[in-house]
Structures are given as structure tokens and as C-alpha cells.
């Protein structure tokens, strides 16, 4: 896409292709993972459990906080994560949206299509 042309498109069309931007990383999926299974917040170290350099969880944290995934409270010299229930919900919801279930075709698909 170019500069600006998310103007010819929906705003839900825009957020899910927002939201799967911010779900573009193995990284940022584990790390979503890991907060999901924790159900509540995370004060330790993510590094020791994901394996990945502090910085570059850092920088994942951040664009997940940035979509509103997560969000982050500072505890003393920590900072706790954790999903934020509210927009799990409306993005879970925008995705269930998009993934329809489709009908299917009883007649085949043209040569070389499939």
C-alpha cells in the first residue's frame, strides 16, 4: 500500500489489518501466549521465559501496548503486563467477523485454480 491509501478502505477493514500487523511476530504471538496462560499480570522476566534479549521484548512489549493488547503498570523497579479484557474482546470479535464461514461449492473449481 502506498503512503495513505488506507482512505479507500473501512475502518474495520483498517483495524483488522492493524491488529494483524501487531500479530505479525512469532514473538509477540508467545509473548500473548504467555500473558493469556499467566491470566493476570506478569512482573517477572520475560526473558527468561520467552529466551529473547530484553530489547527486543521491549520493543514487542511496546507495540503490543501501542495497539492496547496489553497493559502495563510500574511496581517498584518492575513493570507488570497483562492483556487488557476489554480490547481482547473487541479484537477476538472483529476477527470472528472477518473468518465467516464460507459455503461450499459443489461444483469444481476451474482447471489450475486449485
Same mark, same amino acid.
Given at each position: ?9 473501512? %475502518? ?5 489489518? !492493524? ?7 512469532? #514473538?509477540?504471538?508467545? /509473548?500473548? =501466549? +504467555?500473558?493469556? %496462560? ?5 512482573? !517477572? ?7 529473547? #534479549?530484553?530489547?527486543? /521484548?521491549? =520493543? +514487542? ?21 497483562? /492483556? ?31
Amino acid at each position: 500500500m502506498g503512503i495513505s491509501k488506507t482512505g479507500l478502505f473501512t %475502518k474495520k477493514q483498517n483495524d483488522l489489518a !492493524n491488529i494483524a500487523k501487531a500479530l505479525g511476530h512469532p #514473538a509477540r504471538i508467545a /509473548i500473548l =501466549q +504467555h500473558l493469556v %496462560k499467566a491470566s493476570g499480570c506478569i512482573c !517477572n522476566d520475560l526473558v527468561g521465559e520467552l529466551g529473547l #534479549a530484553q530489547p527486543t /521484548i521491549s =520493543q +514487542h512489549l511496546k507495540e503490543l501496548k501501542q495497539m492496547g493488547l496489553i497493559q502495563g503498570s510500574v511496581e517498584g523497579t518492575s513493570i507488570c503486563y497483562c /492483556i487488557d479484557p476489554k480490547v481482547w474482546d473487541k479484537y477476538k470479535k472483529i476477527f470472528s467477523e472477518f473468518f465467516v464461514e464460507i459455503k461450499t461449492i459443489d461444483k469444481e473449481c476451474a482447471p489450475g485454480c486449485c
